[in-house]
């Protein structure tokens, strides 16, 4: 019998999505509400994709390292104050899991995640270089496979990453960055990952 990457989510996942969305809510509410403190910026949409490598370390065997694709779009209330939304999948990775018993192979479906971003901005680089922090929630949906039998399972949870924007224009930029999306007491989902976005 394959066990689901996710032990017990069906009993949580509710309870922690609607911890997440109101936490979420609350990062958002507070966010606009000091927006006005701040200097406004020039462009305050965008939008960007970006390559990552995703890694899910469950708290028994080895580390799933995956290849994927991501996209993102911001809002930005201000120059230093930004929404941000992630969504993206990967490839399958295989491994030994459950104690090192069973070669497992897992893939995330999707992974997707909603931030409140805040950059900043420094006169001495005249704004080509921002380092931003993010704080949020996120989803995950994965899909394992074991001795020919397959299981799917989700979770959300709070995330948190750091990241660079490296801008060669106004409106075009490099960005790196790196994401927890998940934390949680028996696996964690870490993503470098390294894109571009472009502000409208």
């Not at 390559?51 to 994927?68: A, E, H, I, R, T």
């Not at 930004?82 to 893939?107: K, M, N, Y």
């Amino acid at each position: 019998m394959v066990r689901a990457p996710f032990p017990a989510v069906s009993r949580t996942c509710s309870v922690s999505l609607v911890r997440s969305l109101l936490t979420v809510s609350l990062l958002l509410v507070s966010t606009t509400a000091f927006a006005d403190k701040f200097t406004r910026y020039n462009y305050d949409r965008s939008w960007g994709a970006g390559l990552w490598s995703v890694s899910y370390s469950p708290d028994q065997g080895n580390s799933f390292n995956m290849k994927g694709v991501m996209a993102r779009a911001a809002y930005e209330i201000s120059r230093e104050l930004a929404v941000e939304a992630h969504i993206g999948t990967t490839d399958d990775d295989q491994s030994t899991t459950f104690g090192g018993a069973v070669p497992v192979s897992l893939r995330i479906n999707v992974l997707a995640g909603v931030f409140a971003k805040y950059s900043w901005v420094h006169e001495e680089t005249r704004g080509w270089a921002r380092l931003y922090g993010l704080l949020g929630a996120s989803f995950v949906d994965v899909e394992a496979e074991a001795q020919s039998t397959t299981a799917n399972d989700n979770d959300t949870g709070l995330s948190y990453g750091v990241g660079v924007d490296l801008f060669g224009s106004d409106r075009t930029a490099i960005v790196l960055e790196w994401v927890r999306y998940l934390d949680k007491s028996n696996f964690t989902i870490d993503t470098p990952m390294v894109g571009v976005v472009r502000r409208f």
